[in-house]
């Protein structure tokens, strides 16, 4: 196993891969916020159903971390000027960011979710506090990702001074802390702060760590493949007895920074790696153009979600087990058709994301 650090300050070798397993983890996160309804709403629904929608959450939990991960292949490997990183990274997020969170909370008064009052002070509070904490549910990934962007600028100067021992020593701190700081491992807890080694900035080292990596391991891909499937074993098995046991549903083997989501990512970050996918030119070119508009496809999916439930398409038109891909299939094409619109109109063309 050897450590390719000498061509670090290029694209990372057969961009292809990386374009398609963000294709792939866009389409999860659909999957995710179409199931997640039928996931909580548990009491309401046959455990047969029930069950459905935690194997396909299950399925696509690496979705969020798998981001992080490409974004850590992509720009630690690159060295920046302060300003130009922050200005070019931050404007074409922030204006997007912007223009979508006010949409969201357009529909939101459209839909009669803000109590307003005759002080205009306070109404105005009111919509500058959806703009701090997050207009909808699934904005709360724009603001992780300002967060990490402010620090990539320092992490990449440590990233690519780092020898492979170092980057293994964080990972392993990285990947303990989280390990301790789960209840079931909590009496092995200490008093000494390791605060710096915890959140997504692993998922940053990590995803430029297995890019950069060459591994000669014979059947890596299939290794990377079954240790996906059972880890997603366990988290279904583990969350439907937490659910029998507690009689409620709990997110304990969902949570995205933690052992089992973290060997879930990185295993679905090495099998795209290592899957040779060979595509015709029409379809090649299909999914390069998706893969553009992938940001903007986030931002806009959860409103075509909306308005699916709103029309009363969701997972209850029929069984689950194709309801839920079907919907989300067609959330993710129409989201797609809708930024892909919007980016030739020249006056919002820049805000689509």
Request: aromatic share 18%; with cysteine.
């Amino acid at each position: 196993m050897t450590f390719n650090q000498d061509n670090t300050q290029d694209t990372p070798q057969n961009i292809t891969w990386i374009n398609n397993l963000r294709l792939i983890a866009m389409f999860a996160v659909v999957i995710l916020h179409t199931a997640s309804p039928l996931l909580f709403y548990h009491k309401g629904n046959s455990m047969k159903d029930w069950l459905v929608a935690d194997i396909y959450n299950a399925l696509v939990r690496f979705a969020v971390p798998v981001f992080v991960m490409i974004t850590g292949a992509l720009l630690l490997h690159r060295d920046y000027e302060l300003g130009d990183f922050l200005k070019k990274r931050l404007s074409r997020l922030i204006l997007p960011f912007l223009f979508w969170s006010t949409v969201y909370i357009l529909y939101r008064c459209y839909n009669e979710e803000f109590v307003f009052t005759d002080d205009i002070w306070a109404n105005t509070k009111l919509i500058l506090l959806q703009f701090q904490t997050g207009a909808y549910y699934h904005l709360w990934y724009v603001y992780l990702l300002i967060g990490l962007y402010l620090f990539i600028p320092i992490l990449g100067k440590f990233v690519r001074h780092a020898s492979e021992k170092e980057l293994l020593y964080f990972l392993c701190i990285w990947f303990l802390t989280v390990l301790i700081s789960k209840p079931y491992l909590s009496s092995f807890d200490t008093a000494i702060d390791l605060h710096n080694f915890t959140g997504y900035i692993g998922y940053l080292i990590l995803g430029y760590y297995l890019t950069y990596k060459n591994f000669h391991i014979r059947g890596l891909v299939y290794i990377a493949a079954a240790t996906f499937l059972v880890t997603a074993l366990i988290i279904i098995a583990g969350t439907h007895y937490l659910l029998l046991k507690n009689h409620e549903i709990s997110t304990f083997f969902y949570e995205p920074i933690s052992p089992f989501i973290i060997l879930l990512s990185a295993s679905a970050f090495l099998t795209a790696k290592h899957t040779v996918v060979r595509l015709s030119p029409a379809l090649n070119k299909i999914a390069q153009n998706a893969g553009k508009f992938t940001l903007g496809i986030y931002f806009s999916h959860a409103l075509i979600l909306t308005l699916f439930d709103l029309t009363d398409i969701n997972y209850t038109i029929f069984n689950p087990i194709f309801s839920i891909p079907v919907i989300a299939l067609s959330c993710f094409l129409l989201s797609w058709l809708l930024v892909y619109i919007m980016s030739k109109i020249p006056f919002i063309k820049h805000l689509v994301g």
